[in-house]
């Protein structure tokens, strides 16, 4: 009894370890829980089917806020051209007062 419980001690101690490696923790798993892949994908789809069966699927056919909602992508022509912009940015200048000293 004493041996089964240290050996099962080790083995969750080794399973814990996020460094352990993948083929030491399959190989603990299958000793100690027989074909576990089995089990598990048993338990994944089990789940899965109770969550369908709790969640009801409702299509929801609102046509009056689809034909509300419209984008409207601004244009550049009326943001104003390109060679205005570069001719107002050529003729920007600081009005600083620099005393040359």
Do not use: C, W
């Amino acid at each position: 009894n004493e041996k089964r419980a240290a050996e099962i001690r080790k083995s969750i101690k080794t399973l814990k370890n996020p460094q352990a490696p993948l083929i030491k923790v399959r190989q603990l798993m299958r000793s100690h829980f027989g074909d576990y892949r089995k089990k598990m994908a048993a338990d994944e789809k089990k789940a899965g089917k109770l969550e369908l069966d709790k969640t009801k699927l409702v299509e929801v056919a609102n046509t009056k806020t689809a034909e509300k909602s419209k984008f409207v992508k601004k244009s550049a022509a009326s943001t104003g051209s390109k060679s205005d912009q570069s001719q107002s940015d050529s003729n920007f200048t600081f009005s600083f007062n620099i005393d040359p000293s």
